[in-house]
């Protein structure tokens, strides 16, 4: 199993420029989840999903948009990037979402905009 | 607002000693406090956790101990090695809702 994979590992946008991040799990967790983190912030929660056709917003999700057509997927779309923007954006998944339950976490996207 | 604070932002330990990361929270609903670890350039995965029925939980050379009266929690790592160094971060979470994670610490373990 290869886990949760993100792409691309690296990123420099300019103001105004979009872009999607990618994030592809292959456990078969219905859960997935997008973070960003910040230094010295810890992860804040952008978006999360509780399965195909199903998304919801966290604790900072403007100026993001997602979708998860398939169990698999959870592509994180950045419009009209902007310098606030800039972090390291992490993707992760879990078989459910009661609390207990182990989130698994992608290597993560650097993303700078400039 | 923060609802769970951690500190220190950074320790450094000699190889051998015992290094504690606490974290405070500010929600009684909350009933799940993972504890994750994180090394450069990679994503965090999880360390230990307990749930507020129990005061102390123990894996290996790291322990968490929990106080529900006074809202904290702490990571205990005994005898750390160079290898322990890496940034944690404590959580706190709701059944079914967002997990909260602290700022972070960065531990550094000396030869």
């Known amino acids: 199993n290869a886990g949760v994979t993100q792409t691309p590992k690296f990123r420099i946008l300019k103001i105004g420029q979009s872009m999607t991040l990618q994030c592809t799990q292959d456990m078969n967790h219905n859960y997935m989840y997008w973070y960003r983190q910040d230094p010295g912030m810890g992860l804040k929660l952008i978006y999360y999903s509780v399965g195909a056709g199903i998304t919801d917003k966290g604790e900072v999700p403007n100026g993001y948009n997602v979708s998860r057509s398939t169990t698999e997927d959870f592509p994180l779309r950045l419009e009209l990037a902007a310098p606030s923007q800039t972090s390291v954006y992490f993707c992760a998944s879990s078989y459910s979402r009661t609390g207990g339950d182990t989130q698994y976490f992608g290597p993560g996207t650097r993303l700078t905009v400039l | 607002q923060q609802q769970v604070k951690q500190s220190p932002q950074s320790l450094i330990v000699q190889k051998g000693g015992i290094s504690i990361i606490n974290c405070a929270y500010e929600?009684?609903?909350?009933?799940?406090f993972p504890w994750y670890q994180q090394f450069p350039g990679k994503g965090p995965a999880l360390l230990i956790a307990i749930r507020p029925d129990v005061s102390e939980k123990k894996e290996g050379r790291f322990t968490i101990s929990f106080n529900k009266s006074a809202k904290q929690f702490s990571l205990h790592i005994m005898d750390s090695q160079p290898g322990d160094s890496a940034t944690y971060f404590c959580?706190?979470?709701?059944?079914?809702?967002?997990?909260?994670f602290g700022a972070g610490t960065r531990l550094t373990v000396k030869p």
């Open positions: 959580a706190a979470s709701i059944k079914n809702n967002d997990m909260r």
């Open positions: 929600n009684t609903a909350f009933d799940y």
